[in-house]
Each structure stands twice: as structure tokens, then as C-alpha cells.
């Protein structure tokens, strides 16, 4: 029995223990919790399931059963399933960006996280590792990637509404900061930024690529939702920092993912310490650690922690990213480590799923 109050992480920690009966893997692994609601003690609980028959479904309902009844302060469970199809599919398939071989959203509960700085820097060091690598900003209110990258080249337009994507360290990108330069804001709704969304995936020149990071707005809203429900994602990358606030708000975004059926490649917690050049001791500036403790109540991968360093913060304010310095710069080795985890993630779920996988050298 637990003595922590009842929330959704406590819940989705007694979930974290229950198998699929068919794979023996985390029913939170293989992305089956549809949504969660805990209030005062009643929770409601709605599933996905894998294989359509009778046994199965028992067999599975009792597994969750025993895990929330061995919770305290429960004072209703109500437990339903989705209607599942032959092979497991729960949603129609999304088409493809052609010649791009992983999508992989790098998103956030909150602004404020560095969620910029991780995929641009993300996206270089993977293509320092070898891959082909586009970069496309989908935060439309503050595209914040063509300053990171220092360029202010404007994308070419070609016939047939095609795009050609202005190149920076390697990476083809597309940003609405190179169409819409200086500080005139964009005042749209939901259809236009489904729109525009559309365009930077359909209509970009993007060739082939092993990884396409897109670079999320931080929160839930229309973009994130265009881009789920209408592309084929490999999967979501959440940046967080220590801070209480900041976790509060990427549960929401991992409910968010989870809901619409996108894999969790884990989460990535950023300015996690800082290291005194004088004194030579770790300072834990917005505490430490919770970030991994998340992954594990939600049963996500932990990618790794990315420390506080000015070198980081210069490059991203000068257009000269740290990671395009190489592996042993100052500042770059823990993104370098986030960027094979993350490359191992995105292999590890290409497997499940059959699809083609990306060999990092």
C-alpha cells in the first residue's frame, strides 16, 4: 500500500507495473492509456487494447484491476476500453514526409525550458554524428531557430508551390522567422496555423533525410495537435527543467502525446546543474533530479541531463551553437550523450514498429 496522495503519477506508477499480456512489455511502454482523469479519489481510466479478444481483454482488465486496488485513497475506478481493430491499429494511417525516414518532435510543457536550444542543438549533433538532418521551426509566435543558427537567408519558392529550405551547420531548415523577418507578430487562428504546418511538411524540398526534428511551441495547442493528428511521428521529445512549475506542465504534455497514440522517446531535463569554475562543486540551481523522477512515474526513458553553461547560452545567442563545435567542446558532451540516446530510441522504436532504422556510427 502507498501513502503518497492519489494522483495521476501515482496512478500511472501502479500502471507502469501491469504487462500486455501478448508483448510482456509496460502497458505504458506500448502507449495503451488512452487518458487518465484522478479527482478526489475517483479515477477514470480508458485503455487501448492490442489484440480484440475476450480472454485477452480479461486478462489485461485484471492486471490493472490489482495494481489501482492496491492504492489508497481510492474511492471509485472506472476502467474502460477502446474499440480495437485487427493488428492493433487505433488510428488511420498518417502519410509520410517524403524521403524523411524518422519525424521527431522536440516539444515542452511551458516556455522557458530550452526547448529551442535542445533541438537545434540536437539536430546538429546528430548530423555531426552522421545522419542527414532538417530542422523545421513550428513555434510560428517566437521562431527562435534562425537566430540560434545565425542565418537570415530567406527560403527560395519554386513552381508548383515548392519550397527550397535554406541550409545552416549541415541542416536543411524552414522557419516562419525567415518568411516573416523582424518583429511584425502573426495574429492567427487554428486553420491558418493548420495550414502553414501543412506547407512546411508537403511543400518543403526537404530530399532524404534520417531525421527531421521539429521544433514544437511550448504547450498544447493547435500546432501540436495539426501535427500529430495529420504527420507520421517516430515519436516526441519533452525538455523540462527541475523546477516543480515546469514538471507540472510537462505531464500535461506527455497526457497530450499519449492521448493521440505518439511514442514518449523519453525526456530530457535541461539546465539540470551548474558547475562552479571556481570552487569546483555542483550547484543545483532549480534542484535536481526531477526530471528523472518524472520518466519514472510515467514510465518514460530519461535521455539525460544538459547542464547550465555560458558557452551554451553564448552560442545560442551569437548563432554559433555549441554542438556545431564538436562532441568535446565545453557545454556540448552531455547533448552529444542526449543525442545517442535519443538516436537509440528512435532505433529501438523503429523495430517495434518495422520501420527503416537509422545506423548512428
Known amino acids: 500500500m502507498t501513502g503518497n496522495p492519489l494522483t495521476e503519477g501515482v496512478v500511472y506508477e501502479a500502471l507502469r507495473t501491469v504487462e500486455d499480456p501478448e508483448h510482456h512489455r509496460s502497458i505504458l511502454s506500448l502507449n495503451m492509456v488512452r487518458s487518465l482523469v484522478v479527482r478526489e479519489g475517483d479515477i477514470s481510466l480508458v485503455m487501448s487494447l492490442l489484440r480484440p479478444e475476450p ?151 526537404w530530399g532524404e533525410l534520417d531525421y527531421l526534428i521539429v521544433d514544437l511551441p511550448p504547450g498544447t495547442g493547435d500546432v501540436q495537435l495539426s501535427l500529430v493528428q495529420t504527420a507520421a511521428i517516430s515519436g516526441a521529445v519533452l525538455v523540462t527543467t527541475p523546477s516543480v512549475v515546469a514538471l507540472a506542465d510537462v505531464r500535461k504534455a506527455i497526457e497530450m502525446f499519449r492521448q493521440v497514440s505518439v511514442e514518449i522517446l523519453g525526456i530530457v531535463e535541461n539546465m539540470s546543474y551548474f558547475s562552479c569554475p571556481h570552487c569546483d562543486q555542483r550547484i543545483d540551481v532549480f534542484g535536481h533530479g526531477e526530471g528523472e523522477r518524472m520518466a519514472k512515474t510515467f514510465g518514460a526513458p530519461f535521455l539525460g541531463e544538459i547542464e547550465i553553461d555560458s558557452q551554451i547560452r553564448i552560442g545560442g545567442d551569437t548563432g554559433k551553437p555549441v554542438a556545431a563545435q564538436g562532441p568535446d567542446a565545453p557545454g556540448a558532451k552531455s547533448i552529444y550523450a542526449v543525442a545517442r540516446n535519443v538516436a537509440a530510441r528512435v532505433a529501438e522504436a523503429g523495430r517495434a514498429a518495422g520501420a527503416p532504422v537509422v545506423q548512428i556510427l
Request: aromatic share 4%; hydrophobic share 40%.
Open 55 to 205: 480472454e485477452y481483454r480479461d486478462t489485461l482488465e485484471r492486471g490493472i484491476r490489482a495494481a489501482v486496488g492496491r492504492l489508497q485513497g481510492v474511492r471509485s475506478f472506472d476502467l474502460k476500453f477502446d474499440a480495437a481493430t485487427p493488428g492493433g491499429r487505433r488510428l488511420p494511417e498518417k502519410e509520410p514526409i517524403r524521403g524523411v525516414k524518422h519525424l521527431i518532435a522536440v516539444a515542452s510543457g511551458k516556455g522557458g525550458v530550452g526547448k529551442t536550444t535542445v533541438a537545434v542543438n540536437l539536430a546538429i549533433a546528430l548530423q555531426k554524428m552522421g545522419s542527414k538532418v532538417g530542422l523545421m521551426d513550428a513555434d510560428v509566435y517566437g521562431p527562435n531557430v534562425p537566430l540560434m543558427l545565425g542565418t537570415t537567408e530567406q527560403p527560395r519558392a519554386l513552381a508548383e508551390n515548392m519550397i527550397v529550405p535554406v541550409e545552416a551547420y549541415g541542416l536543411k531548415v524552414i522557419s516562419m522567422g525567415l518568411l516573416n523577418p523582424g518583429d511584425r507578430p502573426l495574429i492567427w487562428r487554428g486553420p491558418m496555423l493548420h495550414g502553414v504546418m501543412q506547407q512546411f511538411l508537403r511543400s518543403v524540398q
